[in-house]
RNA sequence: GCCUGCAUAGCUCAGUUGGUUAGAGCAACGGACUGUUAAUCCGUGUGUCCCUGGUUCGAGUCCAGGUGCGGGCGCCA
């Protein structure tokens, strides 16, 4: 019996470096095997790294195993890291005992040794983790989520865990799922899952100054496109004694670093994504956060946009919203890059973003901000907050809605108040970005959209 | 929610103005061969042509409805 610390070796540590001549037991699922007559080969990959570790077989092993070592079996090899012979790797395990650990019949696995279509692998959510993209799409997307938060702890912000169920019913950011548990209500009031944890953490800004959120988010929109989930991520931070132009510094450096350092910790697999996903996303995406981002005003954009000569499917100019095909032309064509858009009129946005002192054009607007990225369009939506109760109130009454709600957020504005901010970004979509795959449902695990909740 | 396209073998697809036994590549399986690398070569099998109804001598093909999936737009992250 083994003891418990020889469980395994992954192949990503072996890989990177172990000696020569050492005893090593992987395990893994075959990726893919040849056998012949002198000499066999079985590649395992474990999920530790884009590679795969080769493992030889001698005549009598293949005789022995050839039938269970198809695409998918999962198994367990002790053996021998040694120098390989063959042009691909430096090294491999010579198979001393092989262990079946887990039988597949590959005549009816349904994850074949080709290239499948990945609207065929939405059907096969439980299996699709087994290949090359989605290997690398949810290693990049654990190892974004780790940087998100070592960025944010780094600089002495505060993770706080803001409800998934909220009483808030008016958050502003779209239709709600309600929740129907108890008759009466279960929490004595209807109650919803969150759309936004923004209206929590702000109290939280007005005591630890610098915080976050990172958790999943809710829309019942009957959103059908590549870039909206029912359930996704939201990374929102919120900081304290901070202007609109705070939020964007912060978001600016979020973006860059968080990119960077994901990119340099997955190369294997954003190699993949350059070569087999969207070739050149990996320059086109280092190089966009190796620079400055754009900035515009909501105004100056739509002075470049009546400047073009193109049939827009939607108007442009004064009293008209940004579409998305204004959207990706400033970021694609324009700036071709990250830009900021900057103080949207008024009555596009929500109530708690901060009315701007001045008017533009006899326009009233507010100090928000929406980060553009080509191929995506929007990844982040923030503003400067309205710290002032007076104008909350109004704002709050001008959108249709009761203040006496929101008795609590309100709150905030009477005791000790100050001027803050921040942002909600929409982890799959810079997924999206910095992988290049085009639909948000291949960067979940399990994609929850509007019909679909099968696994 | 609006618009639009698609549905044929395990997968990706072809299938002519409606015509008789519906095809290819890959995968799988069998064999040969090879320190192989998405190996290569030879061979083998594979179908409720999405469902229901209609038109027709005859429907994978045309029509209607339904179902499923994709794409564009809106909403937004």
Redesign the pocket.
């Known amino acids: 019996m083994r003891a418990g610390t020889d469980r395994r070796t992954p192949i990503r540590t072996l890989l990177a470096g172990a000696a020569d001549g050492a005893p090593v037991r992987v395990t893994g699922w075959v990726k893919?095997s040849?056998?012949?007559?002198?000499?066999?080969?079985v590649?395992l990959f474990d999920g530790s790294t884009p590679q795969t570790v080769?493992v030889?077989l001698d005549v009598d092993q293949a005789e022995a195993f050839k039938?269970r070592l198809?695409?998918g079996a999962a198994v367990a090899i002790t053996g021998t890291w040694k120098a390989?012979?063959?042009?691909?790797?430096a090294f491999?395990v010579?198979a001393g005992a092989i262990e079946i650990v887990g039988d597949c019949?590959?005549?009816?696995?349904?994850i074949?040794?080709?290239?499948?279509?990945l609207?065929?692998l939405?059907?096969l959510a439980h299996l699709r983790p087994r290949t090359n993209t989605f290997q690398s799409v949810f290693r990049v997307r654990n190892a974004a989520s780790w940087h998100i938060h070592r960025f944010f702890q780094e600089r002495g912000f505060m993770w706080v865990h803001t409800p998934i169920i909220t009483a808030s019913d008016a958050e502003?950011?779209?239709?709600m799922f309600e929740i129907v548990a108890g008759d009466p209500p279960f929490f004595g009031k209807r109650t919803f899952l969150t759309?936004?944890g923004q209206l929590a953490v702000e109290n939280f800004a007005q005591a630890f100054t610098d915080v976050y959120t990172f958790g999943p988010?809710f829309?019942a929109?009957?959103?059908?496109?590549?870039?909206?989930?029912?359930e996704?991520w939201?990374i929102e931070p919120e900081i304290a004694f901070a202007n609109l132009d705070d939020v964007i510094a912060l978001a600016e450096a979020f973006v860059k670093e968080v990119t960077l350092a994901t990119i340099a910790d997955c190369e294997g697999d954003f190699d993949f994504f350059d070569q087999r996903i969207e070739p050149g996303v990996k320059a086109a995406v280092i190089g966009a956060v190796e620079q400055p981002f754009h900035r515009v005003t909501w105004h100056e954009a739509q002075k470049i946009l009546v400047g073009v000569q193109r049939d827009w499917?939607?108007p442009v100019g004064p009293g008209t919203?940004l579409?998305?095909?204004?959207?990706?032309f400033l970021a694609e064509e324009y700036f071709k890059g990250p830009v900021f858009v900057t103080n949207y009129p008024a009555d596009?946005?929500?109530f708690y973003m901060r009315l701007d002192d001045a008017l533009t054009d006899g326009v009233a607007t507010v100090s928000a901000t929406?980060?553009l990225v080509p191929r995506i369009?929007?990844?982040?939506?923030g503003s400067q907050r309205e710290e002032r109760l007076d104008v909350l109130d109004d704002r709050i009454r001008a959108h249709g809605l009761e203040p006496e709600g929101y008795w609590w957020y309100r709150d905030l504005r009477r005791y000790g108040t100050t001027p803050h901010g921040g942002?909600?970004?929409?982890l799959?979509?810079l997924l999206l970005w910095m992988t290049g795959m085009?639909?948000?449902?291949d960067v979940l695990p399990y994609p929850r959209?509007?019909?679909?909740a099968e696994f």
């Open positions: 893919t040849r056998f012949s007559k002198n000499v066999s080969f590649h080769q030889i039938t198809g695409i390989s012979p063959g042009g691909h790797q491999e010579a019949d590959p005549s009816d696995y349904p074949q040794r080709k290239a499948t279509s609207e065929h939405r059907t502003g950011a779209g239709e759309v936004s988010t829309r929109e009957n959103s059908h496109t590549p870039r909206h989930a029912a996704f939201m499917e939607y919203s579409q998305s095909e204004h959207e990706r596009q946005k929500a929406d980060l369009g929007e990844i982040i939506g942002f909600g970004l929409g799959e979509r085009k639909n948000i449902r959209t509007p019909g679909n």
